[in-house]
């Protein structure tokens, strides 16, 4: 075992002490994170098991889902969940600012949300330009403007290495579009993610606390963020 899977060894078990009682795993796909024996755990995923292994046939294992739902929209009441864990999530989500909105309104005061986002200068989303703050708010209050192909064609362009307004840029929009393709509609680094739980809590109401935030490292390209929702009901 090398240094880096000690390290994130010990992370986890940091973050498994942190969790109880009953909460959600969104999009765990084929690798659950590990919590204690007395943990109650429903996975959320937007497609059912047959679909799944449809889409994601070079699996060979997958967690078949407990609640079939939007990561950003799922059935539980509000402040009933004690965590929730979204790892690589948050990024392939058209609107992140009203997703960590609807998470923090499930979870119980003390709750957990615990969050891996990819640093984008060590993904293949390097060389896409970073997801300005002032871009998702504007997308947040005016969501009529949001232009999903904008998006896919960045991806494409930036990813697929397709050239800027090419046949082939277009084609293969159109391609995954069509398909349904989960994109990273949104690509950050460490300090992007800081400024946008900055904002939840500043400008968005969200009351809760970083207790965790790692940046990304040479072992680890994601940032691990965990914020716990404050005790007081507000």
């Known amino acids: 075992m090398g240094k880096g899977a000690i390290l994130r060894w010990l992370e986890n078990k940091s973050i498994a002490r942190r969790l109880h009682g009953r909460g959600v795993e969104i999009g765990a796909l084929w690798r659950t994170f590990p919590v204690g024996p007395a943990v109650t755990v429903w996975h959320i995923d937007r497609y059912d098991l047959p679909a799944l292994r449809r889409e994601y046939p070079e699996l060979h294992t997958i967690v078949p889902p407990h609640v079939v739902a939007d990561a950003a929209r799922f059935p539980f009441p509000p ?45 293949f989303d390097r060389q896409r330009p970073r997801t300005p703050l002032q871009h998702l708010i504007h997308e947040h209050v005016h969501p009529e403007t949001f232009d999903q192909r904008a998006h896919f064609e960045d991806w494409v362009r930036h990813v697929g290495g397709r050239p800027p307004a090419s046949p082939e840029l277009q084609l293969e929009t159109q391609q995954l579009m069509d398909a349904g393709y989960s994109i990273h509609y949104h690509v950050w680094t460490d300090r992007d993610l800081r400024e946008i739980v900055a904002h939840t809590r500043e400008a968005m109401g969200m009351h809760w606390t970083p207790v965790l935030f790692l940046k990304a490292h040479f072992y680890r390209k994601e940032c691990l963020v965990a914020l716990r929702r404050d005790r007081r009901n507000y």
């Open 79 to 123: 402040q009933s969940l004690d965590f929730i864990i979204a790892s690589h999530v948050l990024e392939h989500l058209p609107f992140p600012l009203a997703a960590l909105d609807h998470w923090y309104s499930a979870l119980r005061p003390g709750g957990l949300l615990v969050l891996r986002i990819p640093d984008k200068r060590y993904t």
